[in-house]
């Protein structure tokens, strides 16, 4: 068995541990509404019309939400329907990665990052929209890198087709797309000019598919919900896009584990920047690299090639960053996490036969895995916890929702802080529940009150007390 053999059977193990305890993962704001949606739907018998309001005020596409209607056919089971989400999402990043690792031959060990990533780990496991960009993203990367072996119409054809996807997923999936059509023109121009009359066919396809969307894009705006930070803040997203990498900034999402953790704030920093500093070292590398040669770019090797493209995904992400003045949250990289991982990636490649090199990547799989797992271990201890980026796992507030209906109490009081500002989200449990059991929600006259029961100021977990 060779090596790639063996990291990628080891990157299936990875990734098919991420698949336990789905019912671990938030269940806040976003994720309710995209249910809440695809329930509705279903039960009108009908495709639902548009998906959730982005901070731009446009009506994204209602792709997603279909993808949802499909996975509540398959199961009313909420925390069934999150393992199978989860399970779908990596079995499509890990064939676009086994698929690239052979085209490329670049050694395979930096893959173990992948699932490793608190961000990748924590995004792709979301019942959310935006992160469905993980998988889409890489794979049109995969299926461009193919066409760039091997020019043809099909796939070219399959590119254009997830591309669309993309670009329905989620508006930024505009960036990725972006960064694959300027890597087509720049390596496979003749190719394109002398098929151009089969290429046109399949934009045009594309572009009346991408219609609709792009006419509410244009046409149907609501008001900006975004702020506009500074100059210099938005700039920070060329720094956020390698710590993604690390477990640097992940602070965010649940704080009292690192406030907790011995020397948490070194074992975050250090990885995060050598992440940073290998990053910016292959970026330098790469540029000066193309800056001495004088290859043509047709005889430029694949690896060389897929380079280019993460360079070109990493600048247009800041570029659409600093020109629409966003705020660098940490889900605007879904997109283009491919971008700072291929450059680790590639980075690494060149100077695989230098102990140190092997050294530095073997410390950052390490303490990042090591991160990661007590990460896990935590939330599922703590039952998530009572920040407002996480709050109560969603198996803890399915237990409430169960309670709710089986004694249907006719109201019930939050004392329970993403409640307050999230109410709806106990809502659409209790509506799925109901509909998965058949049970009509007759009210009783019963008073309910949603409190939390954990032992620490820090445990999450939420109960519900009933009465008279």
Not at 55 to 71: D, R, T
């Amino acid at each position: 068995m060779t090596t790639r053999r063996i990291v990628l059977a080891a990157l299936a193990g990875l990734m098919a541990i991420q698949v336990l305890r789905p019912g671990d993962i938030p269940f806040l704001n976003d994720e309710p509404n995209l249910i809440g949606s695809a329930l509705v739907a279903n039960q009108g018998g009908r495709l639902a019309e548009k998906g959730l309001v982005g901070s731009f005020g446009l009506a994204y596409a209602p792709v997603c939400v279909w993808i949802y209607q499909a996975l509540l056919l398959v199961t009313r089971d909420i925390v069934s329907l999150a393992a199978i989400k989860i399970a779908l999402v990596w079995l499509g990043v890990w064939i676009a990665v086994a698929r690239l690792a052979v085209r490329t031959e670049l050694s395979p060990w930096p893959l173990l990052l992948i699932p490793l990533s608190p961000y990748l780990a924590f995004f792709q496991r979301l019942l959310w929209d935006n992160v469905f960009l993980i998988p889409v993203s890489i794979g049109m990367v995969a299926v461009l890198a193919g066409f760039l072996v091997r020019p043809s119409l099909r796939a070219f054809a399959a590119w254009a087709a997830l591309a669309v996807l993309a670009f329905h997923v989620h508006v930024l999936g505009a960036v990725p797309i972006a960064a694959c059509a300027l890597t087509l023109i720049v390596f496979r121009r003749d190719w394109l000019l002398a098929h151009r009359g089969q290429i046109t066919v399949v934009l045009v396809a594309a572009l009346l598919a991408s219609a609709r969307f792009l006419y509410a894009i244009v046409a149907e705006r609501g008001a900006a919900g975004h702020a506009h930070p500074a100059f210099a803040h938005s700039l920070e997203g060329a720094t956020e896009a390698f710590l993604v990498w690390s477990h640097a900034g992940f602070e965010f999402f649940v704080p009292a584990f690192y406030r907790d953790l011995p020397a948490g704030h070194v074992l975050q920093a250090i990885p995060g920047w050598l992440a940073f500093l290998a990053g910016v070292a292959a970026l330098a590398g790469f540029l000066v690299e193309s800056a001495r040669r004088k290859l043509p770019l047709r005889d430029w090797p694949l690896a060389r090639q897929l380079a280019f493209l993460a360079v070109a995904m990493l600048l247009l992400q800041v570029a659409l960053l600093l020109v629409l003045r966003l705020e660098p949250l940490w889900h605007y990289f879904n997109g283009v996490w491919f971008a700072t991982f291929y450059l680790l990636w590639w980075g690494f490649d060149r100077v695989r036969m230098h102990l140190w090199a092997r050294a530095l990547l073997l410390l950052q799989i390490a303490t990042v895995g090591a991160l990661t797992f007590l990460l896990a271990q935590y939330v599922h201890a703590h039952h998530g916890d009572r920040n407002q980026a996480y709050g109560a796992t969603l198996a803890n507030q399915l237990d409430v929702a169960r309670a709710v209906v089986a004694r249907r109490p006719k109201s019930i009081e939050r004392r329970v802080a993403n409640y307050a500002q999230f109410p709806h989200a106990l809502q659409v449990l209790v509506l799925l529940e109901a509909d998965r059991t058949n049970t009509k929600l007759d009210v009783t006259p019963e008073r309910a009150v949603v409190l939390y029961t954990g032992s620490s100021p820090d445990d999450g977990a939420i109960g519900i007390e009933f009465e008279r």
